[in-house]
């Protein structure tokens, strides 16, 4: 909406900032805080009402958590309405790359939002249907990835791009819609598993909108991608503004989710969140620089699915409780250390994913 005024720059000079990516982020990160700040509150207070018990609490799992039984869930909603209307106030809503982010990102919220529905419900970890879940979060994915071919015009629509190699791509052709699926999926599953503890997940998802924002704003741009090397994608720079909405609604969640939480994130935020992430890189082709900058969602993923494998075939565990953070709680370590010590890790791999954009 705000971009518009921009348009009004010829008759009133002032109107011009309106215009820029980076003034538009800015205002997007306040009105995100703001909105959270203001309403978060009362959304703890209607959702603490109407879940009752709250969030079902693990039995098997770390002693210190039962002390969260009764908290309330589906902290998404604040996260997701702050982003939303700082979003829809301060992009450029005639960029089609815009929408298919916010469809995604909604598309998964609402995905997330009856799966904690289902657990609040009937008081039971069992959620939505693990296949009838992936089926429809795949095809939300899919639509989204034909969407990204179809708008970049380029010949390397379909193509990968590879950090540290400087022309290097891959074409993929018609398998290049399931693998960036996959992406998409698998990132949101990633952050939705790594929201296990209080501000655990939502600070290095701020990580990666920020590192995510700055690869969108100059992959963006022909200049700045053209001197560093990587793929020039015309219009995926707006999506920075998208970026900047989450960070400062995540901002205004942390002030509610820091220990003791006064509100869980919820599916309704890890697998919204998640999924905006891999569209974005899909989008601005760094897919595989996702791995790197969510290199801790990765391992929190990696580390189920080799427990999963390691059972089945063995009977024996690997780690001690996976996602990973719970075996570094059982093996001694506070919950204020799992956390902070992994924001750490996020920032060191947000440096890494970064550097490999002048790294060619």
């Given at each position: 909406?705000?971009?518009?005024?921009?348009?009004?720059?010829?008759?009133?000079?002032?109107?011009?900032?309106?215009?820029?990516?980076?003034f538009r982020t800015g205002g997007a990160i306040m009105t995100a805080l703001?909105?959270?700040?203001?309403?978060?509150?009362?959304?703890?207070?209607?959702?603490?009402?109407?879940?009752?018990?709250?969030?079902?609490?693990?039995?098997?799992?770390?002693?210190?958590?039962?002390?969260?039984?009764?908290?309330?869930?589906?902290?998404?909603?604040?996260?997701?309405?702050?982003?939303?209307?700082?979003?829809?106030?301060?992009?450029?809503?005639?960029?089609?790359?815009?929408?298919?982010?916010?469809?995604?990102?909604?598309?998964?919220?609402?995905?997330?939002?009856?799966?904690?529905?289902?657990?609040?419900?009937?008081?039971?970890?069992?959620?939505?249907?693990?296949?009838?879940?992936?089926?429809?979060?795949?095809?939300?994915?899919?639509l989204a990835a034909y969407a990204v071919t179809i708008l970049d015009a380029?010949?390397?629509?379909?193509?990968?791009?590879?950090?540290?190699?400087?022309?290097?791509?891959?074409?993929?052709?018609?398998?290049?819609?399931?693998?960036?699926?996959?992406?998409?999926?698998?990132?949101?599953?990633?952050?939705?598993?790594?929201?296990?503890?209080?501000?655990?997940?939502?600070?290095?998802?701020?990580?990666?909108?920020?590192?995510?924002?700055?690869?969108?704003?100059?992959?963006?741009?022909?200049?700045?991608?053209?001197?560093?090397?990587?793929?020039h994608v015309s219009g995926t720079g707006e999506l920075a503004v998208i970026?900047?909405?989450?960070?400062?609604?995540?901002?205004?969640?942390?002030?509610?989710?820091?220990?003791?939480?006064?509100?869980?994130?919820?599916?309704?935020?890890?697998?919204?969140?998640?999924?905006?992430?891999?569209?974005?890189?899909?989008?601005?082709?760094?897919?595989?620089?996702?791995?790197?900058?969510?290199?801790?969602?990765?391992?929190?993923?990696?580390?189920?699915?080799?427990?999963?494998?390691?059972?089945?075939?063995?009977?024996?565990?690997?780690?001690?409780?996976?996602?990973?953070?719970?075996?570094?709680?059982?093996?001694?370590?506070?919950?204020?250390?799992?956390?902070?010590?992994?924001?750490?890790?996020?920032?060191?791999?947000?440096?890494?994913?970064?550097?490999?954009?002048?790294?060619?």
């Amino acid at each position: 909406m705000f971009y518009f005024l921009g348009q009004l720059a010829d008759q009133i000079s002032a109107l011009n900032v309106f215009r820029y990516i980076t003034f538009r982020t800015g205002g997007a990160i306040m009105t995100a805080l703001f909105f959270v700040f203001l309403f978060g509150p009362k959304i703890i207070a209607s959702l603490r009402i109407r879940q009752g018990h709250g969030q079902p609490i693990r039995a098997d799992g770390p002693e210190s958590h039962l002390t969260k039984k009764g908290t309330p869930t589906m902290g998404g909603l604040m996260i997701l309405s702050g982003a939303l209307v700082a979003a829809l106030l301060w992009s450029d809503l005639s960029n089609p790359y815009v929408w298919v982010v916010i469809c995604v990102t909604l598309g998964f919220g609402a995905i997330g939002f009856y799966d904690d529905y289902l657990k609040v419900t009937k008081s039971s970890h069992k959620g939505f249907g693990g296949k009838a879940r992936l089926g429809l979060e795949f095809l939300i994915a899919a639509l989204a990835a034909y969407a990204v071919t179809i708008l970049d015009a380029s010949e390397y629509s379909e193509a990968i791009a590879f950090p540290f190699l400087k022309e290097f791509t891959f074409n993929l052709g018609l398998i290049f819609i399931p693998f960036a699926a996959f992406v998409i999926v698998g990132a949101g599953n990633a952050v939705n598993l790594t929201d296990g503890l209080d501000g655990l997940a939502i600070v290095p998802v701020m990580i990666a909108c920020a590192s995510f924002g700055l690869i969108a704003y100059l992959s963006g741009n022909a200049v700045f991608a053209n001197y560093l090397q990587i793929h020039h994608v015309s219009g995926t720079g707006e999506l920075a503004v998208i970026c900047g909405a989450v960070i400062g609604a995540g901002l205004g969640f942390l002030w509610f989710n820091a220990p003791p939480a006064a509100i869980f994130m919820g599916d309704t935020g890890s697998l919204a969140l998640g999924g905006m992430i891999g569209a974005i890189a899909v989008a601005t082709k760094h897919e595989i620089v996702l791995a790197i900058i969510g290199g801790l969602f990765v391992l929190e993923a990696v580390s189920v699915i080799v427990q999963v494998i390691s059972f089945k075939l063995t009977g024996k565990r690997v780690f001690r409780m996976a996602p990973i953070h719970h075996h570094f709680e059982i093996m001694g370590w506070t919950e204020s250390q799992v956390v902070i010590r992994f924001w750490i890790i996020s920032v060191v791999l947000a440096l890494l994913g970064l550097a490999t954009l002048k790294l060619r």
